[in-house]
């Protein structure tokens, strides 16, 4: 469950792994060592060109794992069709400007208004499309395995006078947001939360963003994200929300 965004940005660890590897082999004449070595160096070339390119993280758990508040279909064409598909395009995006796949996905998407104008747009929606996603799935957990301590029950009272009230501006973000796009619950430099949202694929870390923040949950409100199970009813959709929230993972990013 401990799942890191910045995974979706290939390790270099392996890599270091063939190199020692051939190392060894070196050492060792062997005729069967020799083929082995062959082998490597193929594998090492292929995984270079296949390591460059922004990656799908794969899902936490089990599709049908929040049902019965977010569907098991729902999960299935949110992570492996939506999901791959921001991540599809922001690789086809960045074909003229390889240089940009070494980059860790966040520090791409901050400041999107440097990058080379054609690209902004394209990068800002399927870069913020991979992230968000991403961030989305690690802050929800099967219902009841991650329910909120008391610490984080007073972090919420302190902020916004007690859980009830956190919950219904939350809520009430979801409703406001008009078309699709995000809510957040986020936290500033002094680690004060508050809640905010943002059009489309944006989030509150891209310096485009009108409010500013680190997020420490997120709901995703486009009608793909909950139009099997709820219809139009996107309020029935932010209340099933609650029984599904990683509490867990929210107090270790608010803490940390
Ligand atoms: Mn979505």
Known sequence: MNFEVNECVAKQSDLKIVVILLHLLQTYKFKFMKRLKYLLIFTFCFSLLGYSQYKLPPLPYAYNALEPYIDSTTMRIHHDLHHATYVTNLNKTLEKFPEFYKKDLLDLIKNVNQLPVEIQTAVRNNGGGVWNHSFF????????????????????????????????????????????????????????????????QDNTLMSVSP?????????????HAYYLKYQNKRAAYAKAFWSVVNWTEVERLVTK
């Open 137 to 200: 799935w690690t802050v929800m957990a099967p219902a009841g395995t991650a329910n909120m301590s008391p610490n984080m029950e007073k972090l919420l009272k302190d902020n916004f006078g007690s859980v009830d009230a956190f919950k219904a501006e939350f809520e009430k973000a979801a409703l406001n947001r008009f078309g699709s796009g995000w809510v957040w619950l986020i936290k500033d430099a002094k680690g004060k939360l508050s809640i905010t949202s943002t059009a489309n």
């Open 211 to 223: 409010v500013k923040g680190t997020p420490v949950l997120a709901l995703d409100v486009w009608e």
